[in-house]
Nanobody
Framework: DVQLQASGGGLVQVGGSLRLSCVAS????????IGWFRQAPGKEREGVSC????????YYADPVKGRFTISIDNAKNTVYLQMGSLNPEDTAVYYC??????????????????WGQGTLVTVSS
């Protein structure tokens, strides 16, 4: 089975940037889309961004629009989430997953069938 593994988290100061990576083990990406999610302490997991594999369209949740960018490098079987202008509200465990982008929900990612291991992002003030 092809699985996705998120990495690249760490501690960053307010206003800083960080790039998360999502690597597919096994064969190349084989799904409708790739989604990034996050779960902040004491909060429910939420969809952050989605990339539609077929047409390359990207979608973002309102809190991250203009600050986060999702991209794909097929040669490296890797999807990135470039995060900028980080603030403490971005502190969370971030996950990537195979999923589909929901046209009924502004293109945000549907909950996947499988959750891989997340990576912790901590934004300090």
């Amino acid at each position: 089975d092809v699985q996705l593994q998120a990495s690249g988290g760490g501690l960053v100061q307010v206003g800083g940037s960080l790039r998360l990576s999502c690597v597919a083990s096994g064969s190349a990406f084989d799904a409708f889309g790739i989604g990034w999610f996050r779960q902040a302490p004491g909060k429910e997991r939420e969809g952050v961004s989605c990339l539609n594999i077929d047409d390359g369209n990207t979608y973002y949740a309102d809190p991250v629009k203009g600050r986060f960018t999702i991209s794909i490098d097929n040669a490296k079987n890797t999807v990135y989430l470039q995060m900028g202008s980080l603030n403490p509200e971005d502190t969370a465990v971030y996950y990537c997953a195979y999923t589909s982008c929901d046209p009924q929900n502004y293109g945000l990612p549907n909950d996947p069938n499988y959750w891989g291991q997340g990576t912790l992002v901590t934004v300090s003030s």
